[in-house]
């Protein structure tokens, strides 16, 4: 089959799903279109586009972010077409992100093709980020921007011939009137290759000795240690962790930048903000800021991890914490509808309000200290997301399923 995948940021959700059509004997064609020209993956034509135009920096706010779309999405479809005309190639199958409207006139250029489209969020002025925080509550003008902001999905559901969405929560943050034409899956997590390891350890440069299990090691990991990962709510906790726990140790994954919500007006950011707030309180010997890390080294710390903490506002479900319940991690998380659709209270993990840092460090020193009486949850959280959300049997099979009801039988992907 010739399939072509859109993410600017490549390969983003399609990962697992791009490695394993690449290795089948089938042979393939993959191409994948994207803004990226630093990486190859195997077995995939890499074709990059420019957007188009970019809305200046005092552009009308309510159109701001469609004119960005489509700038992206002409850009795209330029490509695309540049493919078409030199190459003369054509795919059986599109399947994309339309979050930055990079799909919206690919039908255009290949009217023919059936397309997938990755519907990752919609913008309401409840029930996710806007709205939840009480420290940031939303302007009157707060329900205008939403509304402008899911031009772009409104645009691109009739533009897909299926729209794709990983969570029932994501899903349902989208209007009933997307639902029939949405199917819900995950992305996949490699639970074969994310296991349990007894043996792990990990190095750090400040210690004489690695780290193991036997330590009281406390982890929190996010893409960017922010508002809306709950990052000031975790540093808030540290003073009484810390402190109870005189042997633990807290190391923290991830970049010092904002993804999603308001920036922290500090000069050394959010982090810098916390700091300050906390001086005098906490141990910083004992609080290891890692960064962004290898994979492989992130995976061994979660290994080693005694108690792992995700916290997030109601907001898309991390691949962290699933990667982390499938190496059998002890998760103390924000209790919020997102996580709630992975985690069962006292099954498959610990949940705490989110906005209860006294709360969620009393968890987690309970948690450090009485070990065997949450043994289950490690075991428990890996069968849940084994059954749930394994790539190999559970999320491969729809999404070849989905793609197959697309397209010609004799084109149909073998699994």
Not at 73 to 79: E, K, Q, S, T
Not at 215 to 241: C, Q, S, W
Not at 290 to 319: E, K, N, Q
Not at 383 to 411: G, M, S, W
Request: glycine share 8%; with cysteine.
């Amino acid at each position: 089959m010739k399939l072509l995948f859109v993410h600017q940021n490549m390969p983003g959700q399609y990962r697992e799903l791009i490695t394993w059509l690449a290795a089948q004997p089938e042979g393939h064609e993959i191409y994948f279109l994207t803004q990226r020209s630093d990486i190859q993956l195997p077995g995939v034509t890499t074709v990059t586009y420019k957007a188009h135009h970019q809305p200046a920096k005092d552009a009308y706010g309510l159109s701001k972010d469609w004119e960005a779309a489509a700038g992206t999405g002409i850009g795209a479809a330029l490509a695309a077409r540049q493919l078409k005309d030199a190459r003369g190639w054509s795919p059986d199958i599109i399947i994309g992100h339309t979050g930055w409207g990079e799909l919206t006139f690919l039908k255009e250029v290949w009217p023919e093709a059936p397309m997938i489209g990755f519907f990752e969020y919609f913008y309401r002025t409840s029930g996710g980020l806007v709205g939840f925080d009480p420290d940031n509550p939303p302007n009157d003008q707060a329900g205008f921007f939403a509304q402008a902001r899911n031009t772009v999905p409104y645009t691109n559901i009739h533009t897909v011939d299926l729209g794709h969405t990983p969570t029932y929560w994501q899903r349902d943050r989208f209007p009933k009137s997307f639902h029939d034409r949405m199917y819900v899956c995950h992305d996949g997590i490699r639970t074969d290759r994310l296991q349990p390891d007894p043996e792990a350890s990990i190095s750090l440069g400040r210690l004489d000795r690695p780290l193991t299990r036997d330590d009281e090691v406390i982890t929190y990991v996010a893409r960017n240690m922010e508002r809306a990962r709950g990052f000031h709510i975790m540093m808030r906790a540290l003073p009484k962790i810390l402190k109870e726990r005189p042997n633990a140790r807290v190391l923290m994954i991830g970049g010092n930048e904002t993804s999603y919500g308001a920036e922290s007006k500090h000069p050394e950011g959010l982090r810098g903000e916390m700091e300050d707030e906390l001086q005098g309180q906490i141990d910083w010997s004992r609080v290891h800021f890692l960064g962004r890390i290898p994979y492989d080294a992130l995976c061994d710390i979660i290994r080693i991890s005694r108690c792992h903490i995700y916290l997030t506002m109601p907001f898309v479900l991390s691949w962290s914490l699933l990667e982390a319940m499938s190496m059998q991690a002890t998760v103390v998380a924000a209790d919020v509808a997102p996580v709630r659709e992975a985690i069962t209270h006292g099954e498959t993990g610990m949940l705490v309000d989110f906005f209860d840092p006294e709360a969620l460090a009393a968890q987690v020193v309970d948690v450090v200290a009485n070990p065997g009486s949450y043994a289950h949850l490690g075991p428990n959280a890996r069968a849940h997301v084994v059954e749930t959300y394994d790539f190999l049997t559970r999320c491969l099979p729809e999404h070849i399923a989905q793609i197959n009801a697309l397209v010609p039988e004799e084109k149909r992907i073998r699994i």
